[in-house]
């Protein structure tokens, strides 16, 4: 299965009277994209805000960040199975509006949620801080459940990315990048002598709003799978995740994850990245077990040599991680982990919940608990009242002054288990 | 004494006696039953608690029944 990207890069995003993009600059009609949102009855109001790098704005508490991409040619559209047919996607050409983003808020859970800061210490936490990000504000019907709440935001922020995501149907791309899986048959032909690597891609799937979809099937309802990684790029997994907010998986997340960025651009050098192993992280013992099984019986079906595994959140699916590496193992297959730490304000505590000596090679997002300290900013998008019961912060966390004392978790993106984040160590 | 759905958790952080429950969000009931069957389910974990409480064990002991 083979996809071209075409990268049409955007440099700033601007309200006016026409959608359209045009010298690396997104154009928005505020109003279309208000109309769009209030299709669904389930919204009472909508707004509509701009936030680019650099300025002084807060945004919380933060849904999902989803990047704008639309199918040129080939099969399908872009997330199937929630706003495009069940198609196989993943193949043909697909262009992306690359440094801009479609960013949902709204009270939902109010503690799971985060923090996107476009300005500051908190802005070099976050990944998203450096697009130019398109913020929607919406606001539910009275009465209205968490749960359609959820999925109504969820929803909106598909339809918007799309919108904009169609404005790049006939340019011309300034970039372009291939990305090809052969067959197992062909991929041993062409390299007989690298070492074949797949990568089990765990998914959040613990329910009560803790979800994540793949071709609109509920994660925790699916046994592992496994799909190629081009089909993800076309958004055939996407976030309907309310938690925590540091190392949740957004569909932007999944559509530019790097760890299939990385195993493509080592791909026929110094290794055959041979496919995608799709993994949930359900809530009973029975599921994990079965899960993890599963996913071991695929890498030993699949003849592979490593396998990188990356989580998503933390605490119990630190279990589901676990069983994955030493099942994964016992059949002879090496594995390197992707987490991140909880290990305490100071970071002296056990860093995950759960452990095992086979788990000897294991990259870290950074620790979670990490205290911070937010500068105020000029602008806040949203409700900054929920900083005091996100996951991560305290009561007393948001001061008079609009600064924020909090622990890492509450930024979004911070410590992300894909490595698409910017903390390191010495 | 753990009574926990994830056992391998309680058995990674040393539990001496464990005792699996149903599931993470419920651990001693389960929304998709009857309140009267939610109140066996309940009765006999504690039950089972009650029980490994008073057993005595040498080393990490999970009490599946």
Not at chain 1, 22 to 32: F, I, R, W
Not at chain 1, 278 to 301: F, G
Not at chain 1, 313 to 329: A, S, V
């Amino acid at each position: 299965m083979k996809l071209e990207l075409g990268y049409i890069f955007i440099k700033d995003i601007q309200f006016a009277e026409q959608s359209k993009v045009e010298n690396g600059t997104l154009y928005v009609n505020k109003e279309d994209v208000k109309a769009l949102i209030l299709e669904d009855q389930n919204f009472k109001s909508a707004d509509v805000e701009l936030a680019r790098p650099g300025e002084s704005i807060r945004i919380i508490p933060v849904k999902d960040v989803i990047e704008p991409r639309v199918k040129v040619e080939g099969p399908g559209g872009i997330f199937p199975g929630m706003i495009s047919k069940v198609e196989t996607v993943g193949s043909g050409k697909t262009n992306v509006l690359k440094g801009a983003a479609v960013v949902t808020t709204g009270k939902i859970v109010g503690f799971q949620e985060g923090i996107i800061d476009m300005k500051g210490p908190g802005a070099e936490y976050t990944p998203f801080s450096k697009l130019n990000n398109l913020v929607l504000k919406c606001e539910p019907i009275d009465g209205l459940k968490q749960h359609e709440h959820e999925k109504a935001l969820r929803f909106a922020g598909y339809k918007v990315a799309e919108y904009l995501g169609n404005l790049a149907k006939s340019l011309t791309p300034d970039e372009v990048h291939t990305f090809e899986t052969p067959s197992l048959t062909e991929g041993l032909k062409l390299y007989p002598d690298l070492p074949r690597v797949a990568y089990v891609l765990m998914l959040q799937s613990q329910g009560l709003m803790h979800d994540t979809y793949v071709y609109g099937v509920d994660a925790k309802k699916s046994l592992t799978t496994m799909i190629y990684p081009t089909e993800i790029m076309d958004g055939a997994i996407v976030s309907g995740n309310c938690v925590s907010a540091c190392d949740k998986n957004t569909t932007y997340h999944h559509l530019n994850n790097p760890v299939i960025q990385d195993l493509f651009e080592q791909h026929g050098k110094t290794l055959n990245f041979v496919c995608v192993i799709i993994s949930n992280e359900n809530v009973y013992l029975a599921d994990k077990e079965r899960s993890s099984n599963w996913s071991a019986k695929l890498a030993e079906l699949l003849g592979v040599d490593g396998v990188i595994v990356s989580e998503e959140g933390f605490g119990n699916p630190d279990t589901d991680l676990i069983m994955n590496c030493k099942k994964i193992e016992s059949k002879g297959i090496k594995t390197v982990l992707i987490t991140d730490e909880y290990a305490g304000r100071d970071g002296t505590s056990q860093s995950l919940a759960d452990a095992d000596a086979k788990a000897n090679a294991v990259v870290s997002g950074g620790n979670a608990n990490e205290v911070i300290e937010l500068p105020p900013m000029d602008k806040v998008i949203g409700h900054p009242e929920v900083v005091d019961t996100i996951a991560g912060g305290f009561d007393g966390s948001l001061h008079d002054d609009g600064s924020i004392t909090a622990e890492l978790q509450v930024i979004t993106g911070a410590t992300n288990e894909m490595g698409f984040n910017r903390l390191s160590a010495r | 004494m753990h009574m926990c759905t994830i056992v391998p958790i309680s058995l990674t952080v040393g539990a001496n006696r464990i005792v699996p429950t149903i599931a993470i969000p419920h651990p001693l009931g389960d929304p998709s039953l009857s309140m009267e069957e939610e109140k066996d389910i309940r009765r006999k974990l504690l039950s089972r608690a009650l029980k490994a409480l008073q057993t005595e064990v040498s080393e990490q002991t999970v009490f599946e029944d």
